[in-house]
Structures are given as C-alpha cells and as structure tokens.
C-alpha cells in the first residue's frame, strides 16, 4: 500500500513564526502536492512538485513556499505564520512525473493553529 | 479552466436508504474523474476513477458511479447506505493539470 506520512498531526503555532510541515512518501511517487482545506471552500492546491528541486506554484501560493531535496519528501514552509494560515494541510502524492491528473494518495493532514 | 461543483453542501439520509451524490464538471475534453471520500479527522481515500471506457465504474466500499458525457456529470451512487458512510464526499477531474477538486458534500446517516 502507497503510504504518506505527515510529520504532525496538530500543531500549534505562534504569529510570526516560521514553520515546517513536512510530507514523506514511500512509494517512488514522481508527483507530490499540497492543499489547505478550510470548511465550505474544499481543497486549494498551494503548491505541487513533479520532479525532485522542481516545484510549481498552485492556485494559492501566497504565504507559502516549498522544499523539495529528495524525492521521497516535500515540506512547506510558512515563513511567518499569520493567523489565516489556520486550517487543514493535506499532503498527496501521485506517480507519472509530469502527468499531474493521476489518481493521488493522501496523508493524514497536519491540523495547524496560529494563534 | 477546469472546474467541479458539488451542488449539494449537506445530504441527510436513513441507514439502508440509496444515496446520490452530485458531480458536475466543466472541461472540453472527456477528463479523468474521481471521488474520494473523507472520514472526520482523516485524510482522503480514493473511492473510484474514471478514466475511459465503461461508463459505469465500480468502486470499494460498494460505491458506483456513472459518467454522462452529454451532462457533464459524474454521480456517486450506492443502493443501500450504512452509518459507516457518513464522511465527507469529494469530486475531483483532471485532465493535463493537477486535479481540481469540489468543495465537497457531506453526508450525515440517520437510523
């Protein structure tokens, strides 16, 4: 079974802070997401990565960026946290490199407070 | 642009009645299609995906749906419901960008 693993599953954080979630695959997946999701709006694509060091900017990138050194991991980065960066970070992965529209397998969700 | 909707933000129905869920997409060309289903606190599991062919696709947990090219429509269907499926629903097509999801319904079991 694919599996990804997020590093936390609720974190709290403080205004200002920079903060790290973390995403591990395990299943040489080329393709790797992530989405916030906030009640009523779905699943927004903040960033997405089809290749190791690759990385493209989803439909709401602001605020965030990504890490992506091995192909296994992808972590985003919330360089000073404000407080509607609040919400559900889901990460997902899928394989076929450059083909994005795959069948995509998701973490657990890290859910993630500034206060 | 591609895009989902989900008409329906929150269905009710009783344990052991069918269900329907809602999915409409706009896109040109026939996309990829998939549902998903979220369990509270978890993160999405993949019900079934249509890709091309038989236009009746089978999924886990008992789940089916029907892609209809002339409505743009992709519903979510089960005949008999459990309060095992209580969650939340998520439509998503893809088709030469990363998928795009709907907005989700969620779907209470009643006895």
């Known amino acids: 079974d694919v599996k990804v693993t997020q590093s936390s599953r609720y974190l709290v954080k403080r205004t200002g802070e920079k903060v790290f979630l973390e995403c591990v695959q395990d299943?040489?997946?080329?393709?790797m997401f992530w989405y916030r999701q906030d009640p009523g709006l779905g699943l927004r694509l903040i960033y997405f990565s089809y290749d190791v060091k690759m990385k493209e900017k989803g439909d709401i990138p602001e605020g965030y960026s990504v890490s992506r050194e091995k192909k296994e991991r992808f972590s985003l980065i919330l360089e000073s946290a404000s407080t509607n960066q609040t919400s559900m970070y889901l990460c997902?992965?899928?394989f076929g490199g450059g083909i994005t529209y795959n069948e995509q397998f998701f973490g657990p969700g890290t859910r993630l407070t500034v206060l | 642009a591609q895009s989902v909707t989900q008409p329906d933000i929150h269905i009710t129905v009783s344990e052991g009645a069918s269900l329907e869920l809602r999915c409409n997409y706009s896109?040109?060309?026939?996309?990829?299609l998939f549902w998903y289903v979220q369990s509270p606190g978890q993160g999405l599991q993949l019900l079934l995906k249509y890709f091309s062919g038989d236009t009746l696709v089978q999924g886990i947990k008992g789940f089916e749906a029907e892609f209809k090219r002339s409505q743009s429509s992709f519903n979510l269907r089960k005949p008999s419901v459990h309060w095992s499926d209580a969650a939340e629903y998520f439509c998503?097509?893809?088709?030469?960008?990363?998928?795009?999801f709907g907005k989700g319904t969620r779907l209470s079991v009643i006895a």
């Open positions: 997902a992965s899928s």
């Open positions: 998503a097509v893809g088709a030469y960008t990363p998928l795009v």
């Open positions: 299943m040489d997946h080329e393709n």
């Open positions: 896109y040109g060309a026939t996309p990829y």
